[in-house]
Every structure is written in C-alpha cells, then in structure tokens.
C-alpha cells in the first residue's frame, strides 16, 4: 500500500458557475481518492512523480449537471492524464489542472 499526497493547486474549469466551486472541488477529491483506492496509483506517481501542469483535457456535460457529477468526470480527467504520459505537460507554472 501506498500514501500519497496529491495537491491540487488551482483546478480551472471553464463553462462552470462559481458560486458550484466547492462542491465540485469536493466531489474532484472524494472521486479521486475512490479511483485511487480502486486502480491503484500510476506509475508516474508510484516512481514519486511531481508535476506543476496537468493538461486534464475537456469533456462535455449537459446543462444543468450537478457539481457531483462534474467533479467526478473531473477526477476520471485527471486520473486519465495520470496515467497517460502523452497527457502530461510538466511547465514551471504552478499546477493547473484544465
């Protein structure tokens, strides 16, 4: 078993109200920790991986979507990009996840 820890700086989302911030920054994290506990961490974070920009790609949601299931699509994202090292962007910006 691993520990890890995982810090999201800024999370940037575009199309998505404001005032949902915290409760999809939950549901990112509750996910994450969910498919993290399920599938196991990558093999860029098991090598002790550190990134200042993941490129999360984009995805579509219907109107009206609850910040649940956003943040849980967000999470998938950004899971993807972890295991896939053609999504990996490593910059010297701080971390964004976009």
């Not at 990112?28 to 999360?56: N, P, R």
């Not at 967000?74 to 999504?87: C, I, P």
Request: glycine share 10%.
């Amino acid at each position: 078993m691993h520990n890890i820890e995982l810090h999201i700086d800024n999370l940037v989302l575009h199309g998505f109200s404001p005032h949902d911030r915290h409760r999809i920054g939950a549901a990112v994290e509750h996910q994450l920790t969910q498919i993290l506990a399920k599938q196991g961490i990558t093999s860029f974070l098991s090598k002790g991986g550190e990134l200042s920009h993941l490129d999360g790609g984009t995805f579509d949601m219907a109107p009206n979507t609850k910040p649940g299931t956003i943040g849980a699509q967000v999470a998938k994202s950004v899971y993807a990009g972890l295991k896939s090292e053609r999504k990996v962007r490593v910059s010297r910006d701080a971390a964004n996840i976009s």
